[in-house]
């Protein structure tokens, strides 16, 4: 038994960080699904959401966890706030 636990980690730990570093920079919208414009964007958590319109940003404001689950699922990432 402790065999199998000893090699279930690592192979646990494998797979985390590789679906992390499949994970593309966002591209859509988490509320409507539009195309990103970069200029509209909020910061949750240290990391930039960007929106296709200010509608979304309000929405997003709602209930952040719920996009940024919606991102992850899609295979996005959203970007980390650049540091000023």
Partial sequence: MKIRKFLF???????????????????T?????????KQLYADYE???VYFCC????GEFKKNPQKYLDKL???????ADIPKE
């Fill in 72 to 78: 992850k699922e899609q295979g996005q990432e959203p």
């Fill in 29 to 37: 919208c988490p509320v409507m699904g539009g195309t990103v414009n």
């Fill in 46 to 48: 240290g990391k930039r």
């Fill in 9 to 27: 980690l690592p192979l646990a730990l494998i797979l985390a960080f590789a679906t992390t570093a499949l994970a593309e920079p966002q591209i």
């Fill in 54 to 57: 200010g509608y979304c940003d």
